[in-house]
C-alpha cells in the first residue's frame, strides 16, 4: 500500500534502521504489521472479522516477560487498549514474539 500511503516507506525505513541497530521497538496494531512486513512476514486480512474497541492483551511467556509490555501491564494500561482493526500478521523469523489469539484477531501486538 506504499503507492496509496508514501509516508510508508520512509517510516519503514527509520525502523528498519531502528531494528538493525538493536533499538527496541514495540508494535501495536498497524505497527505491528509493518514492523511484520519489515522483517518478512506477511500481513492479510483477518479471518475472524474487525476489531473496534478496548480489549485487553493476553501474553505469551516471552510478552510477559518484556520490559515494556511489564510496565503496560503493571500500571494497567494493558486493561484499555484501544483497538481498530482488522488485519493481521505472520511471524517468519524467531527472535520476535507476539501476543496470544485476541476474540477476533490472531495476533495485535509484536516486540522483540
Known amino acids: 500500500e506504499e503507492d496509496?500511503?508514501?509516508w510508508l516507506?520512509?517510516?519503514?525505513?527509520?525502523?528498519?534502521?531502528?531494528?538493525?541497530?538493536?533499538i527496541p521497538i514495540l508494535?501495536?496494531?498497524?505497527g505491528a504489521q509493518i514492523l511484520a512486513d519489515i522483517i518478512g512476514g506477511e500481513t492479510y486480512r483477518?479471518?475472524?472479522?474487525?476489531?473496534?474497541?478496548?480489549y485487553p492483551i493476553d501474553y505469551?511467556?516471552?510478552?510477559?516477560?518484556?520490559?515494556?509490555?511489564?510496565?503496560?501491564?503493571?500500571?494497567g494500561?494493558?486493561?484499555?487498549?484501544?483497538?481498530?482493526?482488522g488485519d493481521t500478521f505472520s511471524l517468519p523469523k524467531s527472535g520476535y514474539?507476539?501476543?496470544k489469539?485476541?476474540?477476533?484477531l490472531d495476533v495485535k501486538l509484536m516486540a522483540k
Open 46 to 54: 483477518g479471518d475472524k472479522g474487525s476489531e473496534f474497541g478496548y
Open 101 to 104: 489469539s485476541g476474540k477476533t
Open 77 to 85: 494500561i494493558d486493561k484499555t487498549m484501544p483497538y481498530t482493526h
Open 27 to 30: 508494535g501495536l496494531c498497524l
Open 60 to 75: 505469551t511467556t516471552d510478552g510477559y516477560k518484556d520490559q515494556f509490555c511489564t510496565y503496560i501491564r503493571e500500571m
Open 97 to 99: 514474539y507476539k501476543t
Open 4 to 6: 496509496t500511503y508514501p
Open 9 to 22: 516507506k520512509e517510516l519503514k525505513s527509520f525502523l528498519k534502521d531502528a531494528l538493525d541497530s538493536n
